[in-house]
């Protein structure tokens, strides 16, 4: 099993059967959005004249901005009780 199944075998865990498509959809747009739209934008930025640098650190900066959105957003109530589970599992072994 691979990230993938690992990431969807979590979606399994915390959502509705009747939401599953929906959200598995969600998180794979999210998941190969940076894939897609990357090399794309990275091109629109040297046909306008910057040079890869400019146009790395761009995406850089927009990467660590998501990063940063994440890691002080409060997490949800789904997501503290799979992190409660997680950490009895851990303590029961």
Excluded: D, I, K
């Excluded at 901005?65 to 009780?81: D, I, T, W, Y």
């Amino acid at each position: 099993m691979g990230w993938f199944g690992l990431l969807f075998a979590q979606l399994l865990r915390l959502v509705p059967r009747e939401e599953l498509a929906h959200c598995s959809g969600g998180v794979q747009v999210f998941t190969f959005g940076g894939s897609m739209l990357g090399p794309y934008l990275v091109s629109c930025m040297l046909e306008l004249g910057h040079s890869y640098s400019v146009a790395y650190v761009c995406l850089g900066t927009f990467t660590m901005g998501g990063g940063a959105a994440l890691l002080f957003h409060a997490p949800s109530r789904a997501a503290e009780r799979a992190q409660a589970e997680a950490v009895e599992v851990v303590n029961r072994t």
